[in-house]
């Protein structure tokens, strides 16, 4: 099996940034396309930003500018780094990656998630 851990959550002053990541841990697996989500209190689940393996990159209107994903292979572990927060961006934030294992099936997982709180 394949799990995703998120990190780098936490309470931060409007303005501010924080730096999320979400690291996959197994064996015998690659990792293809991954993204962030997030899910504020009460409301449903959004897209904020997807990575291709090859790097092409995709942004939720509301974050574009602000926030930025990256990933390094090597390592199995994407990164959100969100800058200018806004009380808006309070979420639960939330990493999904495509999943190749043992050389052949693919199948999608998530991480439990990161808590971002965001002050007014």
């Known amino acids: 099996q394949v799990q995703l851990v998120e990190s780098g959550g936490g309470l931060v002053q409007a303005g501010g940034s924080l730096r999320l990541s979400c690291a996959a841990s197994?064996?015998?697996?690659?990792?293809?396309?991954m993204g962030w989500y997030r899910q504020p209190p009460g409301k449903q689940r959004e897209l904020v930003a997807t990575?291709?393996?090859?790097?092409?990159?995709n942004y939720a209107d509301s974050v574009k500018g602000r926030f930025t994903i990256s990933r390094d292979n090597a390592k199995n572990t994407v990164y959100l780094q969100m800058n200018s927060l806004k009380p808006e961006d309070t979420a639960v934030y939330r990493c999904?990656?495509?999943?190749?294992?043992?050389?052949?099936?693919?199948?999608?997982?998530w991480g439990q998630g990161t808590q971002v709180t965001v002050s007014s």
């Open positions: 990575i291709t393996r090859s790097g092409s990159t």
């Open positions: 197994g064996s015998m697996f690659s990792i293809n396309a």
């Open positions: 999904n990656a495509g999943v190749t294992y043992n050389g052949g099936i693919r199948y999608e997982t």
